[in-house]
């Protein structure tokens, strides 16, 4: 997955507001008490943080690939 695609399922999932807020503020213990774009920074497979979210929010699974576009 490239760091787009993660951008685009952020922002569909929490908005654009929210999303940017979670992306830097949230911490994951599951990576280690990074927070989404310090894993990212950090090497993270963008696919690996984006289901560490989703865990996180329990997304629902028919969410978790993002909007039919």
Do not use: K, N
């Amino acid at each position: 997955m490239r760091v787009s695609e993660f951008e685009l399922l952020v922002r569909s999932e929490f908005g654009r507001v929210r999303g940017s807020a979670v992306v830097v503020d949230h911490v994951l213990p599951v990576l280690g008490g990074r927070t989404p774009a310090r894993a990212i920074a950090d090497g993270f497979d963008p696919r690996v943080v984006w289901a560490a979210l989703c865990e996180d929010f329990d997304v629902p699974p028919e969410r978790r690939l993002g909007p039919d576009l």
